[in-house]
């Protein structure tokens, strides 16, 4: 057994042998969760995942800390590689690490280096300015014993301004004036893992408090979201087997 693992370590996760994902079905569990699905689909790559009950601290556990220092989920494990396990943490190493090893064709990712440049931005521009202050607005409206109207209007309003930027870039207004279909790709763009990085947390505006009158601000965004919704990778990656969170 690796020192990754401990008595204690579930042998459901101990005795994985590929890919297997510590996960529950919050907006960046489904980030990791379609990634795979889309992989399976694409190459037939298989994995298990262990549902954690983030409500009971699992993820605070000893066990879980050996895998992910920072008690968070999603955490990905490789066993593929018999002599040691491999743990992943953030979401958005998370999925470089799986198109890079597993995406062969590059159809959830760019060969071209400008193209992959641009995927990379969009992925860092949501994990560093978007995702956390989304997670934020939901903790002090939803979770927070005290209301705190200030923290809930700034982090309702900077998300606003952070869908506007995906409008702009979505709408084409300031580029060449053609709508695109994906954030990143040359021309209308192409779907790929910058996309699965927004979309779980955008396609839930509805969770995170905000109007419809707010959202219509936003029409190149809203097809954006309806375009990657019937994806079958999408609604398999949102399913309640992974939990019931919304
Ligand atoms: N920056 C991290 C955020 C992960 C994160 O916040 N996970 C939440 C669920 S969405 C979690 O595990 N919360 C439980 C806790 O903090 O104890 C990432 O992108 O992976």
């Known amino acids: 057994m690796s020192g ?10 101990s005795q994985a042998d590929g890919l297997h994902l510590l996960t529950f079905n919050t907006p960046n569990g489904q980030k990791v969760q379609i990634v795979l699905h889309e992989l399976a689909l694409l190459y037939g790559t298989r994995f298990t ?27 990905l494990v490789d066993n593929t590689d018999n002599s040691h396990p491999v743990p992943v943490m953030e979401t958005t190493a998370e999925m470089l690490y799986l ?9 959830l990712s760019f060969s071209d280096p400008l193209e992959r440049a641009q995927m990379i931005q969009w992925l860092f521009f949501w994990h560093g300015s978007g995702q956390p202050i989304q997670g934020q607005l939901i903790w002090f409206s939803k979770f927070s014993k005290e209301k705190n109207p200030q923290a809930i209007e700034r982090f309702h309003n900077e998300s606003l301004r952070i869908f506007g930027v995906f409008e702009l870039h979505l709408s084409g207004k300031n580029s060449d004036g053609n709508a695109r279909e994906y954030l990143a790709g040359n021309g209308k763009g192409r779907y790929s893992i910058a996309d699965i990085g927004v979309w779980p947390w955008v396609a839930k505006w ?41």
Do not use: C
């Open 4 to 13: 990754l693992y401990i008595d204690s370590t579930p042998s459901e996760v």
């Open 99 to 107: 198109v890079e090893k597993y995406d062969r064709d590059h159809e």
């Open 49 to 75: 995942f262990t549902p954690i009950k983030l409500f009971e601290g699992t993820q605070k556990q000893d066990w879980f800390l050996r895998l992910n220092p920072n008690g968070k989920i999603p955490t």
């Open 206 to 246: 509805e969770f995170g408090g905000f109007t419809k009158e707010e959202m219509d601000a936003f029409p190149s965004l809203h097809a954006w979201v309806n375009r990657i919704k019937d994806r079958e990778a999408v609604k398999e990656g949102t399913d309640d087997k992974y939990g019931k969170m919304f």
